[in-house]
C-alpha cells in the first residue's frame, strides 16, 4: 500500500493541468464524471478529489477535450490558475438566483388557483430543475442511474398524474438542498485552502545587484530573497545573513518564536520576526513543505477509510434494488390484484426519492477529510483517510527512544582516556572517526571537540565502514581503529580490562558509552546523555484514556536502561538492545499478538519498523523529506501531546462516521417503510433525503472543531 501510495504521489506531480469541477455533489454524481473521464482519457489517467472537486490531468490537456468531456455528463469546469493556494468557490451565483427564482415561483403558485398556478409551478421546476435534467440526460448517456435520473422520474411521475404541486416541491426543495449542501463542503475546502492560503504571491529576489519584487513561481531554487521585519516567509529556504525569530505555527502547529541564524532552515508560510533575513531558496513553491502538506491533505480522500469503502459499496447495491422495489411496487399490484393504479403508481414515485444515496455516501468522505485538515492545522500530516481509521482502531503503540521519547541532543558528560592516551586525543581520534556520521551521537562528540578545541583535522581517515547498530570501523594515519557499543568493541577487541565495568557504573547514572579501540587494545570511553522530553509519562495516560491498551519502548540502547526509561514513563513494555531488524521483527510479532500496531520512531532511522507497523507515524521531522514520503503519519513539531491528540481525533471521527451512517440508513428505512404504506408524500421524502444529506455533513464539519484536553495543549 505504501509503495502504490508513493507512485500514485509521483503520478500526481505529473498532473499539474487542474480544473476546478462544479456540480459534483456526491458519489453517485462522482460515478458519471470518472465514466465521462475513462471514455476520454483513459482509466486511471486522472485525479479527481469529490470533496475539494478538483480534477488533476496531465500537463498539455486540451481544455476544450476536458470542457466538451463533462459537459457531455452534466458538468461544467474551468481551468484552475497556477497558484498553489488558489481557492475553489462556491459554484457560482446562477445556482442561487435560480434557487431563489423557483423559491418565489413556487410560493406564488401555492397562493393562487387554477391555470396561473400550474403555470408558476412550471416555472419553479423549469429554473431548479434545470441543472438536475441536465445532469440526468448526462448519467443516462454514461448508462449509470444517479439521483438526477432517480429525481427526474419522480418529477415527471408527478407531472403525469397531475400532481404539480409536489412535482414543483420535489425540485425546489432539492435545489435548496443542493445550496445547502455546495455551503457545508465549501467549509472543508476553506480549511483545505487555508493551508496555503498565507503564503506571499510575491517576494523580493536579489538579482544582478538589485532586489526586486517577482512573483513566486518564478524564483528558483538557488536564488537569493530578502525577508523583512513582520513578512511571511515565501519559500523554503536556509538563512544566509540576520538573525531572527521565526513563527513556525503553520507548519508545525506549535506557537512561540523559534530563533534562527545563519545555516537554519526556514519554510513557506511561516511568519519572520524583528530581524531582516536573507534566504537562500532550496524548494521551488509547488515543493515547499507547506504545499506537499496542503497537497497530501487535499488528496487524502484519494486513500479512502475501509469503512468508507464498505458504504459505497453497499450504496451500488442499495439505489437498483430500491430502484427495482419501485417497478414492483407500480406495476404488481394494479397489475395482480386489480388494485387503483394511481396510489401505487406514487408510492413508487416516493420510493425513487427514497433510492437516493446522497446522505449514506456523504457519511464518510467530509468526515475523512475535516479530520486530515484539522490535524494539519496542529502541524500533523496524515495521508490517507485509511490512516485515520487504522488510528482509531489501534491499540497498541511501540516507540523508539532517542527522539522520540528523549530530545535526542545528548550530549558528552565524560570523556575517560584509557591506557596512557590523553583525554584530546581520545576526543580527536573520536572526532575524526564521526565527521562523516548522521548518528545523534557523533553530532555530540563533534560538538565537543569543538568547545575543548580540539583539532583532528591533520589525521589521515580512509576506509571508513558505518556498522548499524554497531559502530564505526574506519583507518585513521594508516592503523585500523573500532568505535561503538561495548558489544561490538568486545568483539572488535582482544584486551579485557575494567572499562567494561566502568561503562555499567556509567550506565547506571543514565549515561550511553561509546568506546575506541584497536585490535590490540581499549583507548577510551566517551559517555553521552540525553534528556527525556516533557510530559512524557503524562502523554502516556492521555494515550490510555484515548483506547491504547499496551506501551512498548524499543531501543538500541541498552536493555536495563531502556527499562528505566520505560518504567520511568509507565510503559508497559521494554526491548533493549534491538538492531534495526530486530525493530522489525518485534513490531511483527506485535502485530501477530496484538492486531492493529503503530509506531512511532523519528522517520528516517526507524524507517523499516514504522513501514512494518499498522501505521507508522515520524515525529519531530519538520522539512525531512525522507518522513513525508514514508510515514503514514506526520508529526511537524517534537510535541509528544500530538501523539493523544491524532488518537482522539480519529476516535471522534470514527464516531462522527457512525453516526452518520446510522442517521442515514435510519432515514431511509423509516421512509421506505412510510413510503410503502402510502403515508409518506413525495415533497416528505425529499425534505427527509437532502435534509439527512445536509445532517451528515454538518455533523462531519465538526470535526474542524475538535479540541484536545490535554493540559499541556495550551494554545488549543
Not at 505529473?14 to 455533489?25: F, K, Q
Not at 486540451?62 to 484552475?80: H, I, N, P, Q, T
Not at 519572520?272 to 515547499?288: F, I, M, Q
Not at 413510503?675 to 444529506?693: E, F, H, R, S, V
Amino acid at each position: 500500500m505504501k509503495t502504490s501510495s508513493a507512485l500514485r504521489s509521483a503520478m500526481s506531480r505529473n498532473r499539474n493541468a487542474l480544473y476546478a469541477v462544479s456540480g459534483v455533489c456526491c458519489a453517485s454524481e462522482e460515478a458519471v464524471l470518472r465514466k465521462a473521464l475513462d471514455g476520454s482519457f483513459g482509466e486511471g489517467a486522472y485525479d479527481f478529489n469529490l470533496v475539494t472537486s478538483e480534477l488533476g490531468l496531465p500537463a498539455g490537456t486540451s481544455d476544450e477535450k476536458v470542457v466538451r468531456a463533462l459537459r457531455r455528463a452534466g458538468f461544467g469546469c474551468r481551468r484552475k490558475g497556477t497558484l498553489p493556494h488558489e481557492r475553489i468557490r462556491p459554484e457560482g451565483r446562477i445556482q442561487n438566483i435560480m434557487t431563489a427564482l423557483g423559491i418565489l415561483s413556487f410560493a406564488a403558485g401555492l397562493l393562487l388557483r387554477g391555470v396561473p398556478a400550474v403555470a408558476l409551478f412550471c416555472c419553479a421546476i423549469a429554473v431548479c430543475g434545470a441543472g438536475v435534467f441536465r445532469k440526468a440526460i448526462g448519467a443516462l448517456r454514461m448508462r449509470v442511474l444517479d439521483m438526477n435520473v432517480l429525481m427526474t422520474l419522480a418529477v415527471v411521475g408527478a407531472l403525469l398524474l397531475g400532481r404539480w404541486e409536489e412535482a414543483a416541491a420535489v425540485v425546489v426543495l432539492f435545489s435548496v438542498a443542493l445550496l445547502l449542501e455546495t455551503y457545508s463542503k465549501e467549509r472543508t475546502r476553506r480549511a483545505l485552502s487555508d493551508l496555503m492560503s498565507a503564503v506571499p504571491d510575491h517576494a523580493a529576489v536579489i538579482r544582478d545587484g538589485r532586489e526586486e519584487q517577482k512573483p513566486v513561481r518564478e524564483i528558483k531554487p538557488g536564488e537569493n530573497i530578502v525577508i523583512r521585519p513582520g513578512e511571511r516567509i515565501p519559500l523554503d529556504g536556509i538563512v544566509t545573513e540576520g538573525i531572527s525569530s521565526i513563527d513556525e505555527s503553520a507548519v508545525t502547529g506549535e506557537p512561540g518564536a523559534v530563533r534562527k541564524t545563519p545555516g537554519a532552515s526556514l519554510f513557506a508560510g511561516t511568519i519572520n520576526g524583528t530581524g531582516a533575513l536573507r534566504v537562500c531558496v532550496t524548494k521551488e513553491t509547488g515543493d515547499s513543505i507547506l504545499a506537499r502538506i496542503s497537497a497530501s491533505v487535499a488528496g487524502a480522500q484519494a486513500r479512502r477509510a475501509p469503512i468508507e469503502g464498505l458504504v459505497s459499496r453497499f450504496a451500488r447495491i442499495y439505489t437498483p434494488a430500491v430502484l427495482a422495489l419501485a417497478f414492483l411496487v407500480a406495476g404488481v399490484p394494479p397489475l395482480a390484484f386489480g388494485l387503483p393504479a394511481y396510489g401505487w403508481i406514487y408510492r413508487a414515485l416516493v420510493l425513487l426519492v427514497v433510492a437516493c444515496p446522497c446522505a449514506l455516501v456523504l457519511s464518510t468522505p467530509v468526515a475523512i477529510v475535516s479530520a486530515v485538515a484539522r490535524a494539519a492545522k496542529e502541524g500533523i500530516l496524515i495521508k490517507g483517510g485509511d490512516h485515520v481509521e487504522t488510528l482509531a482502531q489501534t491499540t497498541v503503540i511501540a516507540f523508539d527512544k532517542t527522539g522520540t521519547l528523549t530530545l535526542g541532543l545528548p550530549h558528552v558528560t565524560d570523556v575517560i582516556p584509557l591506557n596512557g592516551y590523553a583525554r584530546e586525543e581520545i576526543l580527536a581520534f573520536v572526532a575524526a572517526l564521526e565527521q562523516r556520521s548522521e548518528h545523534h551521537l557523533a553530532s555530540a562528540a563533534l560538538a565537543e571537540a569543538h568547545r575543548a578545541d580540539v583539532s583532528y583535522a591533520a589525521l589521515a581517515v580512509s576506509n571508513v565502514e558505518a556498522l548499524p547498530g554497531k559502530g564505526i570501523k574506519g583507518e585513521i594515519n594508516g592503523s585500523v581503529y573500532y568505535l561503538g557499543s561495548p558489544a561490538f568493541i568486545s568483539e572488535a577487541c582482544r584486551e579485557s580490562t575494567d572499562a567494561f565495568t566502568l561503562v555499567a557504573d556509567l550506565s547506571r547514572q543514565g549515561k550511553t558509552s561509546i568506546l575506541l579501540a584497536t585490535a590490540a587494545k581499549l583507548l577510551g570511553v566517551v559517555a553521552f546523555r540525553d534528556g527525556l522530553r516533557r510530559h512524557g509519562a503524562s502523554t502516556m495516560e492521555e494515550m490510555r484514556r484515548s483506547g491504547i491498551r499496551h506501551t512498548v519502548l524499543l531501543s538500541g540502547d541498552a536493555a536495563w536502561r531502556v527499562k528505566e526509561i520505560a518504567e520511568e514513563l509507565s510503559i508497559d513494555e521494554a526491548r533493549g538492545g534491538l538492531l534495526p531488524d530486530e525493530k522489525v521483527a518485534a513490531v511483527t510479532e506485535l502485530k501477530k499478538k496484538y492486531g492493529t500496531v503503530a509506531m512511532v520512531g523519528d522517520g528516517i532511522n526507524d524507517a523499516p519498523a514504522l513501514a512494518a507497523a499498522s501505521v507508522g507515524i515520524a515525529m519531530g521531522v519538520a522539512g525531512t523529506d525522507v518522513a513525508l514520503e514514508s510515514a503514514d503519519v506526520v508529526l511537524m513539531s517534537d510535541n509528544l501531546s500530538h501523539i493523544p491528540y491524532v488518537l482522539g481525533l480519529s476516535h471522534r471521527t470514527l464516531r462522527i462516521i457512525r453516526q452518520n451512517i446510522v442517521l442515514a440508513l435510519g432515514v431511509k428505512a423509516l421512509f421506505l417503510a412510510l413510503a410503502l404504506t402510502g403515508n409518506a408524500g413525495l415533497w416528505m421524502a425529499i425534505l427527509a433525503d437532502d435534509g439527512a444529506a445536509l445532517a451528515v455533513t454538518l455533523n462531519a464539519l465538526r470535526i474542524l472543531r475538535f479540541r484536545s484536553l490535554s493540559p499541556h495543549r495550551v494554545h488549543e
